[in-house]
């Protein structure tokens, strides 16, 4: 099963060159622990929010990661930088091995790999202004000794992101939500990372402001050739900035490829359900699609069934299915995809 | 506006409400006016902020402290929901021949009554229905929203359900009294799409099999592509452009119509850049003089200083921007 995701014959995005990945993600799996249950608390429960994912990131590509609420996506983005202990599986960034990281090389490698985050309302201490939230990164790896030395550089990059110079010296509250979502990528760039979480950013924002971001977010990745792990439950958004696009359901990818593959030809039935639910902003296209229906809901991540995780919704299932989950399997250049019967 | 014979079944008219906060009077809804005939859905959407929902709550009677409405009139089949004289008459329509389903139907639940006992009340209490009544038609009304083993989900608490299945109890409960207008405030924003699909589905088909009218809130044009007849579109409380949905999607007049339809990213169509409408809505303490949109529109001129109303513009559409009346953008 290991390096089933080699598979896809991951393509630099940008450059074109096949070079190594920049992270690598192997058979990764991430079990939470949710307590006791039944007498005297005998059965343990556990939430299996992650099993067996693989993907590869290369430098300069956006990897968009999709899936519905629940599926395990933000838990694999933050597995990545260390922030959930990983139960299984291992996770190399630049070739070396990081799966067990302890605190301080965590910190470490946080100057390479940053989040950002999904509620620009939340993220940002309503108490600091904005220079200093863009200065801590820079000051927590002694980079500067103050704030003050810090000025000229949190300047430049408040510019970068398309603030005005005067921005430093506010505070959160008197910025909009795309503006804020700014300053979070701002502090995400402060320390010149190659490899960015980013966790649902557009989500929270107004769809005149999301495109803003998102095209910022593309400027950056031009500029300094970072790579994206994005995170999105928006399909067509996802389109735009994606170069690869993995979808996933109840903890696994059902489905890797290249974004066109993706839209053009999906192959797993829950691919095709997922594009076929979003509804398309035109009502005469509207009403010609066909939708493909998958009733019922995702299944318990307590409790999920053996075999495929989405055999209760599938309309192909067979006993093979039931028996045995899938793995990623390549189905043509630049698409894998897990499924016994496509 | 197309069913001049006949009176629509909703019309608000100039509708004000204002939010009297600390930082200063909020202008949540600055001269509203739409009409909802019968059997008709009309979309309404708008950013956040816009004061979609506000026109809507102002119609079933959940504006409170600090907000008031303050001008204009809201009528019910010909009779006003706002005249003091009719309070009889808004008791008896508000929550009967009007009901509201909510986007998170995990607060808008009674977290510690059963499904049962929250949807038997609705009907005891508006149709004064027995016990066994209200048991009875409970089971068939979750059984209209393709609730599986009614009986065992009228035993259930709101926390044994997901999120898609108690959105089609709170369905369930706003269709209990038969209403004749259902309003839907993003009454899918808080779910997945795969479940939105199924949500979506059913509340076209009830709206057909059941001849309602349904006002529905959202921020997603695909949603109002998918559902809806008509379609309002609102910024900084005041509605700019309204009329047949395919009409709107296909030929936008107002700016920011255009501008919202061009920034919606679509899953059938590949663009390297997303289009984005520059600068931000106006704060609603202090909204720009005239058109509020002036400041991100490229077209404005010093026409756009003056106040404007929804003005017709042929074929059902009303539009409010001098640009489009005068007719230098179409």
Known sequence: MIGQANEATPRAAKDGAAGSPLVCVKDLSVIFDAGRAGFWGRKRLQVHAVEKVSFDIHPGETLGLVGESGSGKSTTGRAILGRVPVSSGTIYFQGKEITHAGKERVRALSRHMQLVFQDPYASLNPRMKIVDIVAEPLLVHGLVKNTKEAAGEVAQLLELVGLPPDAGARYPHAFSGGQRQRVG?????????????????????????????????????????????????????????????????AGNIVELADRHLIYESP??????????????????????????????????PMDPPSGCRFQSRCPYVTQTCRDTAPVLTSRRPGQTAACWNC | MNDCQNTPLLEVRNLVVNFYTRGGVVQASRGVSFQVAHGQTLGIVGESGSGKSVAVQAVMGLISNPGRIEGGDILFRGRSLLDPAGRKFVRKVRGKEIAMIFQDPMTSLNPVFTIGTQITEVLRHHLGMTRDQARKRAMDLLGLVDINAPEKRLKQY????????????????????EPRLIIADEPTTALDVTIQAQILELLADLQQRLEVSVILITHDLGVVAQLCHRVAVMYAGRIVEVGDADQVFASPVHPYTKGLIRATPRLDVVTERMVSIDGVPPDLISPPQGCAFSPRCDQAKNDCLRSQTLTPLGDDRHVSCWCAIKGDTR
């Open chain 1, 185 to 249: 990528i701002a502090r995400a760039l402060a320390l010149k990372p190659q490899f960015i979480v980013a966790d649902e950013p557009v989500s929270a924002l107004d769809v005149s402001i999301r495109a803003q971001v998102v095209n910022l977010m593309q400027d950056l990745q031009a500029r300094f050739g970072l790579a994206y792990l994005f995170i999105a439950h928006d399909l067509a958004v996802v389109r735009h900035i994606s170069h690869r696009i993995a979808i996933m359901y």
């Open chain 1, 267 to 300: 192959v797993h039935p829950y691919t095709k359900a997922l594009l076929s639910a979003v509804p398309v902003p035109d009502p005469p296209v509207q009403r010609a699609r066909q939708r493909i229906t998958c009733p019922g809901e995702a299944p318990n």
């Open chain 2, 158 to 177: 709101p926390y044994e359900m997901s999120g898609g299945m108690r959105q089609r109890v709170m369905i369930a409960m706003a269709l209990a009294c």
